[in-house]
């Protein structure tokens, strides 16, 4: 009792120094209890040449090496112990969304148009994809992400515009900022991901515009970056553009 007293007056205080000297009290909430955020159209960060200092992490720099140096490929890299033996294969998604496993890790085995591997699930999220001509869906999360362009390139929303994103580039996404990169060319797109000091991929929100359906300000943020690829790229919303990726 006299605990929850404390807590409750540490609670009614806002200077820095009371909230300081007093006892911690947890009133963290888990994922299923928070509000649903609303997005910011796009990162304000654009694809660059180098690692931005946000992204920087000894595993994926030692992996990206790798891969420069030509060591590694899509079909060789290895995760580390946090990933289990039997979720180490090429994954993919159904049309609706559902994750199923990319037999022999094949493209054309791929119902949406690419696939990937989870490298790290601890201390760190980190993945890999490899993706052919496909559409990609507008979605945002609350856990800020890096990307690395490991072969082709595509546009991705960057700063309220589509640019291009190529092999060798870095992108930053803060959280909570939609991204969307639809591969636009035969050649594809792979792009090593990680969500800096963010670890546990099974505790990640992630929201599509089905998610964020009568919030309003939500659902015009997806508007919004509809008429930026509409004016950007020629596409409409994602679902509707089949017949230019089926090509």
């Not at 994926?60 to 033996?85: H, L, M, R």
């Not at 690419?114 to 496909?134: C, E, F, H, Q, R």
């Not at 546009?155 to 639809?182: C, E, S, V, W």
């Amino acid at each position: 009792m006299k605990l929850k007293m404390i807590c409750a007056l540490v609670a009614a205080v806002t200077s820095t120094a009371a909230l300081a000297s007093g006892p911690q009290c947890n009133h963290a909430q888990l994922p299923y209890q928070q509000m649903t955020p609303v997005p910011y159209d796009s990162s304000p960060y654009v694809p660059q040449d180098t690692m931005p200092e946000q992204c920087r992490d000894p595993q994926v720099e030692a992996y990206i090496a790798a891969w420069e140096a030509g060591k590694i490929d899509f079909n060789t890299i290895q995760p580390n112990d946090s990933i289990p033996a039997d979720q180490r294969f090429c994954k993919g998604l159904d049309d609706n969304g559902n994750i199923l496993e990319v037999k022999n890790c094949d493209l054309k085995n791929a119902p949406v148009g690419y696939m990937w591997k989870d490298l790290a699930d601890y201390p760190m999220v980190i993945g890999i994809t490899n993706g052919g001509k496909s559409d990609h869906e507008p979605h945002f999360h609350g856990q800020p992400e890096c990307y690395y362009v490991v072969n082709g390139e595509s546009p991705t929303l960057a700063d309220n515009k589509f640019r291009p994103l190529k092999t060798g580039q870095y992108f930053y996404i803060p959280g909570n900022h939609i991204h969307n990169t639809p591969i636009m060319n035969e050649e594809g797109l792979g792009v090593m991901y990680w969500y800096p000091k963010n670890a546990h991929f099974d505790g990640f929100k992630y929201y599509w515009r089905k998610d964020v359906k009568n919030l309003r300000v939500a659902e015009e943020a997806f508007d919004r970056v509809d008429q930026i690829r509409k004016r950007d790229l020629g596409l409409g919303p994602y679902g509707t553009n089949e017949a230019f990726f089926k090509k």
